[in-house]
């Protein structure tokens, strides 16, 4: 099932319950995503909201320095971030039931 | 990494950046920034060219820039207001002067105890805010007022006041809770308008303070009175007229007690200071309780100040039921010499003042000083 249209609209929330989870770079955020099941995933859509996200105050970020390759630029979840994570679970929450109520009404069990 | 990787990656992000060049320089280079770490850990990876992977450099410009929440390719750039973007610069010049303020606050000692602690005084602060947002205009008098303290009216109304005083404490209450989670630019707001409002609140309380003084002052004077005073304040002049309505001048009069009745306001109707002239008595002393006084107030005229004598008000005398006339009408029969015989217009309202003075035809009627009456 094509899930891109739906997880355009969920994405802030999976990159902050991920980043929320754990401190993470871009890279490691796009990994993990895929690893949760979420395969379609863009890697430029999940660099575009780290990066929108840290601009709306959402996140903080700090650079780990590294010996073998470039050093990584890892983002983690400061106050702000954590209540807007609470906030939209809270929404994605209350929306999901909502859907699983209409299709059980609908008449298709779950 | 190979050569042939890292000119690939180098290649890949030329071309994104190339994608990228309507942008203005913030804007790219703030894109790009982790671009090459993330090339390299995905050449790292080894599985293929980095266009199958990511997509052509276009598509990855086009994904990136759109879930950055930046304008697509080929839409016109937003200017910024130049307003707008002088209170960003101030508003992030005051917020980095402000964590300078508070990394050296909590180097102090009990710092951070102390910054453990505040936090609990925010839902305090909240409601105060919401008090404060309306008590200010209260102190300045624009729409709201101060009923009795604390409480605060709306247009005079009590019940209005007390109406807005909640819902700014709730509104405030409310912007507080969700403060954390509004973005950057948004608390900087609130937190300009936090500063404003204490600043006008140092501004309402020295103006108040200063007018309470003067105010105080004023009382005070107005307390220190031993002026005679009537059911409508402080008396400055008594006119007498007889019983047919007829003006009365040089009297002397006395209170219950036999005293003199001279201590009088000193001031003209329209609140001037002013000043009785003197009467004398047959020996040269000062007599003090000779009615109607005439009271001279200073007075600024186009070509400076000059005093002029206060005008006496519009009197309606009454003809008073078996009315004589008095024994000794006229100024001209008093024996003293009164400074205050002058040539003055008597109370032009007076309806008995055209009436002729001389008395006839009453059987009281006598000049004859046995018939005054006795003091």
């Not at chain 2, 007075?299 to 006339?325: H, K, N």
Request: net charge negative; proline share 9%.
């Amino acid at each position: 099932m094509d899930t891109t249209q739906m997880l355009k609209g969920v994405l802030d929330l999976a990159v902050l319950a991920v980043v929320g989870e754990r401190d993470g770079y871009g890279y490691d955020v796009v990994r993990r995503l895929r690893e949760a099941g979420l395969e379609d995933v863009g890697d430029a859509s999940v660099y575009g909201t780290l990066r929108r996200l840290f601009q709306a105050g959402a996140l903080t970020s700090y650079v780990v320095p590294s010996e073998e390759g470039p050093h990584r630029k890892y983002y983690g979840l400061n106050d702000t971030g954590r209540s807007l994570l609470q906030t939209q679970t809270k929404g994605w929450t209350t929306f999901a039931d909502t859907m699983t109520a209409l299709l059980h009404f609908e008449g298709e069990r779950a | 990494m190979t050569p042939e990787t890292m000119t690939e990656a180098a290649a890949y992000l030329a071309e994104v950046r190339t994608a990228l060049d309507d942008l203005t320089p913030a804007e790219r280079d703030d894109l790009l920034e982790d671009l090459p770490g993330h090339l390299v850990e995905i050449l790292a990876d080894a599985g293929g060219p980095l266009a199958v992977r990511l997509g052509t450099p276009q598509t990855y410009a086009a994904e990136l820039r759109a879930s950055a929440g930046l304008r697509p390719r080929g839409a016109p750039p937003v200017r910024p207001h130049p307003l707008s973007s002088a209170a960003g610069a101030l508003a992030d010049d005051v917020s980095a002067w402000g964590r300078r303020l508070r990394d050296a606050a909590l180097d102090l000692p009990f710092g951070p105890q102390v910054a453990a602690f505040l936090p609990e005084l925010w839902p305090g602060w909240w409601v105060l805010r919401g008090y404060l947002a309306v008590a200010v205009p209260a102190a300045f008098g624009i729409f709201f007022g101060f009923g009795v303290l604390p409480f605060l009216t709306l247009f005079g109304s009590d019940l209005l006041g007390a109406v807005a005083v909640v819902a700014a404490v709730v509104w405030s209450v409310r912007l507080g809770r969700r403060s954390s989670a509004l973005p950057v630019r948004r608390r900087q707001v609130v937190a300009t308008g936090n500063l404003a409002l204490v600043l006008l609140c140092v501004l309402a309380a020295v103006s108040l303070r200063s007018q309470v003084g003067y105010n105080t002052q004023i009382s005070y004077a107005a307390a220190d009175t031993s002026y005679l005073q009537g059911p409508n304040g402080g008396i400055s002049n008594i006119y007498a007229f007889d019983s047919l309505g007829r003006p009365l001048r040089d009297v002397q009069l006395f209170d219950q007690d036999g005293r003199a009745i001279d201590s009088l306001l000193l001031q003209a109707p329209d609140g001037r200071y002013a000043e009785p002239v003197r009467t004398l008595d047959e020996n040269g002393v000062e007599v003090g309780n000779v009615f109607p006084r005439t009271l001279k107030a200073e007075t600024y005229g186009s070509e400076g100040p000059y005093v002029e004598e206060v005008r006496p008000p519009a009197i309606a005398p009454r003809r008073l039921a078996d009315a004589s006339p008095s024994p000794s009408p006229s100024p001209s029969a008093s024996p003293s010499p009164s400074s205050t015989a002058s040539p003055s217009p008597l109370p032009s309202g007076s309806p008995a003042a055209s009436a002729a003075p001389t008395p006839t035809s009453s059987p009281a009627a006598s000049l004859a000083p046995s018939a005054s009456p006795t003091p």
